[in-house]
């Protein structure tokens, strides 16, 4: 009997889809251009179906690629053949325990939907990557998440706290729960998030929450400057502010904006910083009008802050617009994730220009500065054969540079099928070898989310 009838005969009726549609477009993930192609789809709705499916894939070797809203920018999620093991449709809130201030939840939920539900009860959770109006949290702690917020509250891994994971032959993995500390055995939780899919397959998340901060604020401040944009974290940070949000976005995204958004941004300018403050009224005022004053100290021509949630939604269109506009210069992007220590962000944001203009490709730069989190773009036409050379290799003159600085090669996108041939870079080859040994406890047959990361 073929594999998909074995699956069929086992699981509800309409789980199981292997007509040509659904196997094209759940072979891809938000990269776009890096694509597979599954032989089956599987939407599972119960944690006993993904049982049932990782047993059953264990028994007959078949492989088997976790995924969510396939958000990720990395590959993790693109199958190789065997089964996509859709999780999007385990999409509840499980329980919110105000009082604990933790909450359990089922692989799909949509990040921000989440954040809706506890904003509402008056708490927070903090990591927000910039997919999370469609990336899912199963999704978010497989590849560790991140986003604007990270400076301050840290990414997706702080708030893990606990997990329900199926492994291949079936079995339940149960670790953590709804406390703060423990000091028993193995963090097994932790060691899941980040790993991509390649150990086992989540079905219930607990994640820590804090409470709501009561004021945010925000400023724009525009520099002339590239070196003055970049210094400016250094100036707020050793003035003892910490913002909850320190972004950078330069002047080739800056114009790819404008030509889109028609915000009004001056073209002139070599970066903007957007700077966000939040906590008790008194302090995001006092820090605001601090951070204000050093930006223009630190050489900013233009400084905005937002008066009420309009103008800061204003301010933060830019930001928010930066994906999107950069699809206006070529078909496809290559969106880098490079992370390194923050004395380092002025030298690479000069070695990313000197990259650019060395093999001579398009690498607007964004990112999370505050935390040395970059997002250089590398963009391009996938049909262009001469261009995607130029690409390539620009792509690891991008990521040698990030290891010489003593960054590495993802700070949350992971490594999927992106950058997996670059770890030895990175990475020493006994931890290589260590992770080999890891995964093979987990997965003896290697049938969960293979070809990625090693």
């Known amino acids: 009997m073929a594999f998909t009838q074995l699956l069929t005969a086992e699981l509800p009726k309409g789980r199981v889809l292997t007509d040509d549609e659904s196997l094209l477009v759940y072979g891809y993930d938000g990269g776009t251009w890096l694509s597979g192609r599954p032989d089956a789809v599987v939407n599972v709705r119960e944690e006993e179906e993904a049982v049932v499916v990782l047993r059953l894939a264990h028994e007959h070797g078949v492989p088997v690629f976790p995924r969510g809203a396939a958000s990720g920018l990395a590959g993790s999620a693109v199958p190789l053949g065997g089964v996509a093991l859709n999780f999007a449709t385990m999409n509840r809130i499980l329980d919110l325990d105000e009082e604990s201030l933790m909450v359990v939840v089922e692989p799909g939920v949509v990040t921000a939907d989440l954040q809706a539900a506890v904003e509402k009860r008056g708490l927070f959770y903090p990591p927000d990557p910039a997919s999370l109006k469609q990336s899912t949290l199963g999704g978010n702690v497989g590849t560790g998440a991140g986003g604007p917020r990270c400076l301050k509250y840290g990414t997706t891994r702080e708030y893990v706290r606990g997990m329900r994971a199926v492994l291949p032959g079936g079995q339940v993995l149960r670790d953590g729960g709804k406390y703060l500390k423990s000091a028993t055995g193995y963090n097994l ?24 901060p009561p004021a945010t604020g925000t400023v724009l401040a525009l520099f002339p400057k590239l070196d003055d944009a970049t210094a400016i974290v250094t100036r707020i940070l050793g003035a003892g502010i910490l913002p909850s949000v320190l972004e950078f976005i330069d002047s080739s995204c800056i114009k790819c904006i404008e030509e889109v958004t028609h915000l009004g941004l001056p073209e002139d300018i070599d970066a903007l910083i957007l700077i966000e403050c939040d906590g008790q009224p008194a302090t995001v005022e006092a820090e605001l009008g601090r951070v204000t004053g050093l930006c223009r100290q630190g050489g900013a021509r233009d400084v905005e802050r937002a008066t009420d949630q309009d103008d800061r939604d204003r301010l933060w269109k830019a930001r928010r617009s930066v994906s999107p506009s950069l699809s206006r210069l070529r078909p496809s992007k290559l969106g880098e994730d490079i992370s390194l220590p923050r004395k380092y962000i002025v030298p690479m944001v000069r070695r990313i220009r000197e990259i650019s203009a060395e093999f001579d490709v398009l690498l607007p730069t964004f990112g999370h500065i505050g935390d040395g989190n970059l997002h250089p773009n590398l963009v391009f ?11 390539e290799k620009a792509a690891e003159a991008l990521i040698k540079s990030a290891v010489e600085f003593g960054g590495t090669l993802s700070g949350e996108h992971g490594i999927g099928l992106l950058k997996k041939a670059y770890l030895p870079l990175a990475l020493p080859p006994e931890n290589l070898e260590l992770y080999r040994h890891i995964k093979a406890v987990f997965d003896p047959k290697g049938i969960m989310n293979p070809g990625k990361v090693f």
């Open 189 to 212: 939780s932790q060691l899941f998030v980040g790993s991509e899919g390649t150990l086992g397959a989540f079905t219930q998340i607990t994640l820590r929450l804090i409470p709501k």
């Open 381 to 391: 036409d996938p049909r262009d054969t001469e261009e995607m050379a130029k690409i």
